[in-house]
C-alpha cells in the first residue's frame, strides 16, 4: 500500500491527537513514523492560535499533535478551539494518555493497571446542581457532549468487535515494546504484576501501626491516628507516600483472577509457560463511558458510587472539554485505581500503551475519498 501524500496545508489534517503530560506527549512522538516539519518547514498556524504541534504521520494517518501547557477541560477547551483555527479539516480528536480505572466493570471483566480504555461516550461528572446531601449530575449533558457524531460512534462500534480488538490488543503489545526497547524509555518497562494492587475501597490510605518488620518504623503521632472512618481526615504527610513506607496491609490487596496468572499461576493451580505468562501480562482493551472533571479521582468509595451511578469505567480530566469542540475519542491507560493508594509508578507504561493503542487504532480509521481527485481536462470530453 502506497504512503499517504504529505499534506500541502494544513486544512488536509482530519486527525488531532492531544495529550497533557510530558509522558504522554513523548510515547506518541516515539511512534510516529515521520516527521513533517524539519528543515525549516513549517506549516504556521492562525494568528490567534497559542497552541504548539508537531505534524506527521503514523502509519498512514496525517496527524497534528497538540500540545496542552496545563492539564484540565477548560485547557483542552482553549487547545482545541485553538487548533480548530488554524486545522479547519480535523474530523476527529483523539485524547491519549493516562487515566484512573474502575478494578472490575458491571460484567464482572477485571481491569489492570497498564490496561487501555477507549471512550464510547464521556460524561461531565462535576457538572451539576450541589444539593445539602450530593451533587446531582445535569443528565442532559450526556446528549450534547457524551454522545458522538454518528461517524465516530460507528468507527467506535467497529474497533469494540471481536476481529479488530483482537487485532489492537496484539498490536498495542507489539508496539509498546518497540517503543521500551528505544533510548530514554527504559523506565517505561512494565513493571510487573507484584507491583499492581488492588485495596478494599474502604482501605485508607494513612499512617498506621507498623507490625512485623516494619514494627520499629512507628509514625509521629498526626491525624491519622484518628482516622477511623472513610469520611475522617488522613495526614497531608501520608497522602504523598508510598503504600510500603505507610504499612497498607498486602494481606488486605484484592486477588484478582488475572493478577494470578500474570504471575504464573493458572485458575487451576498449573504453573503456566512463558507465553501463557506473556499473554497474561499484556495490556487489555475495555470500551465503555469515560468520566470526566477538573478533580482528580483519589476515592476508592466515590469512584464505586460514581460507577455505579454513571456507568462510567475510567476516570480522566480532559475530554469532555475537547468534546465541546471536536468530535472526540479517549484512548487513555489505566495508571491507578482511581483511590486514596494512587501513586505514578505505572504512569510510564501506561502512557507508552495508550499511545501504542493509538497507533493501533490509527491504522484502523479510513480516510474518505477528496473531492476533484480526478480533474477533468478539455481533452477528455467526448
Known sequence: ????????????????????????RDAVEALLDEEYETDSFS??????????????????????LAYMPSMGMITATAVAANMGASFQGIKCALV???????????????????????????????????????????KEEEDTLGRANPEIRAFAGRLSGYLVRTRL??????????????????????????HDKLYPADHRHKHRQKTGVQANKIHEPCICDNCQSQDDEACQLALQSSCEDLGCADSLSVERTRIQKAMGVGTDGRVLND??????????????RMACSNQVMKSGRHRDQIAQEEKVIGFEMESAGTGHVVPTI?????????????????????????????????????????PQTHRLERGDQG
Open 96 to 138: 491519549v494518555g493516562v487515566c484512573g480505572g474502575i478494578p472490575i466493570t458491571a460484567d464482572g471483566t477485571e481491569i489492570l493497571l497498564g490496561d487501555v480504555i477507549i471512550s464510547t461516550s464521556v460524561i461531565q461528572t462535576d457538572f451539576g446542581r450541589q444539593l445539602p446531601d450530593r451533587l446531582v449530575r445535569k
Open 330 to 370: 479517549v484512548i487513555k491507560s489505566v495508571c491507578d485505581y482511581a483511590d486514596s493508594h494512587k501513586n505514578k509508578r505505572w504512569q510510564d507504561y501506561a502512557a507508552v500503551t495508550a499511545a501504542a493503542c493509538t497507533k493501533a487504532v490509527l491504522e484502523e480509521w479510513r480516510n474518505v475519498d477528496r
Open 1 to 24: 500500500m502506497a504512503l499517504p501524500a504529505q499534506p500541502s496545508c494544513r486544512d488536509e489534517f482530519e486527525i488531532a491527537i492531544i495529550c497533557a503530560l510530558r509522558i504522554e
Open 169 to 194: 490488543e496484539e498490536k498495542t503489545a507489539a508496539y509498546s515494546a518497540q517503543v521500551c526497547a528505544k533510548p530514554g524509555f527504559s523506565q517505561s518497562v512494565y513493571p510487573g504484576p507484584e
Open 275 to 288: 507465553a501463557e505468562v506473556h499473554e497474561a501480562q499484556a495490556p487489555a482493551i475495555h470500551f465503555g
Open 43 to 64: 506549516y504556521g498556524k492562525s494568528a490567534a492560535d497559542k497552541n504548539a504541534y508537531t505534524t506527521g504521520r503514523i502509519g498512514d494517518q496525517n496527524v497534528v
